[in-house]
C-alpha cells in the first residue's frame, strides 16, 4: 500500500503571513492524484486543493498553492496571507489513477497567530 | 440536503449494546467509505462500497458490520464494542474514477 507522510506535527504562524506544510508520500504508480484536506474544530474534513500527477503545473486555488515535485514524491501545500480562519489540521492524502482507495497522512495542527 | 450527512453526531453506548451508524449522500455519488479517525494517527480505512462491490480493511473486528442498501446511504452496525472503538467515525463519498472524497461531520462513538 501507499505511504504518505507529514513530518511536521504541528506548525504555527503569524496571521497574514506565509506557511507551508510537507508531504511526501511512496508510490511506484505513474498516475494519481493528491489532495490536500482542511479539518477545523468543527470537524468535517473539506477539500482544499487536488493535483492530477500528470500534470507539471502546479494547482492553486486563491490563497493555497502546491509544489509537486513528482520525482522526488513530494507534495507541499503553501497557504499565503494567512487567515485566522486558516487554523485547522491539514491532511495529505493520495489517490491511485486506479481502486477506490485513498491514503492519508497523520495530519499537521496549523496555528494561526492574531 | 446536500453533501454527506451522518447521524447520530454523537453516540455513548455500553460494551453490550447494538446500535448503529447511517450516512446519507446527496451528491449523485457511486463510491462510499467509512473511515475511522484516532488521535495522532492516519485516517484508517474500514470500508468501501462501490458499484455494489465491497472492499474491507481485514484488519477491521467482526463487531463491525457495514451495509449499502443503495448507492446513496451507508450504515455501520455496531455490536459488543471495546472501548479502544472509540473515535470519530466518518462517512465519504466519491466518484469511482478520479473523484475527491467529500466527508461528512463524523459520528463521534464513545464506548464505556
Known amino acids: 500500500a501507499q505511504t504518505v507522510t507529514q513530518s511536521q506535527p504541528e506548525m504555527s504562524v503569524q496571521e497574514a503571513e506565509t506557511v507551508t506544510l510537507s508531504c511526501t508520500y511512496d508510490?511506484?504508480?505513474?498516475?494519481?492524484?493528491l489532495f490536500w484536506y482542511k479539518q477545523p474544530p468543527s470537524r468535517q474534513m473539506i477539500l482544499v486543493i487536488r493535483?492530477?500527477?500528470?500534470?507539471?503545473q502546479n494547482a492553486t486555488e486563491n490563497r493555497f498553492s502546491v509544489n509537486f515535485q513528482k520525482a522526488a514524491k513530494s507534495f507541499s501545500l503553501k497557504i499565503s496571507d494567512s487567515q485566522l480562519g486558516d487554523a485547522a489540521m491539514y491532511f495529505c492524502?493520495?489517490?491511485?489513477?486506479?481502486?477506490?482507495?485513498?491514503?492519508f497522512g497523520t495530519g499537521t495542527s496549523l496555528t494561526v497567530i492574531p | 440536503e446536500t453533501g454527506v450527512t451522518q447521524t447520530p453526531r454523537h453516540l455513548v453506548m455500553g460494551m453490550t449494546n447494538k446500535k448503529s451508524l447511517k450516512c446519507e449522500q446527496h451528491?449523485?455519488?457511486?463510491?462510499m467509505y467509512w473511515y475511522k479517525q484516532s488521535a495522532k494517527k492516519p485516517l484508517e480505512l474500514m470500508f468501501v462500497?462501490?458499484?455494489?462491490?465491497?472492499?474491507e480493511n481485514n484488519s477491521v473486528p467482526s463487531r463491525f458490520s457495514p451495509e449499502c442498501p443503495n448507492s446513496s446511504h451507508l450504515f455501520l452496525h455496531l455490536h459488543t464494542l471495546q472501548p479502544e472503538d472509540s473515535a470519530l467515525y466518518l462517512c465519504?463519498?466519491?466518484?469511482?474514477?478520479?473523484?475527491?472524497?467529500?466527508f461528512g461531520e463524523g459520528s463521534r462513538l464513545t464506548v464505556l
Open positions: 465519504a463519498s466519491s466518484q469511482v474514477v478520479a473523484g475527491e472524497l467529500f
Open positions: 508510490t511506484s504508480e505513474s498516475d494519481y492524484y
Open positions: 493535483q492530477e500527477a500528470y500534470k507539471q
Open positions: 492524502a493520495y489517490r491511485s489513477d486506479t481502486g477506490n482507495q485513498f491514503y
Open positions: 451528491l449523485g455519488h457511486n463510491a
Open positions: 462500497y462501490s458499484l455494489e462491490e465491497r472492499v
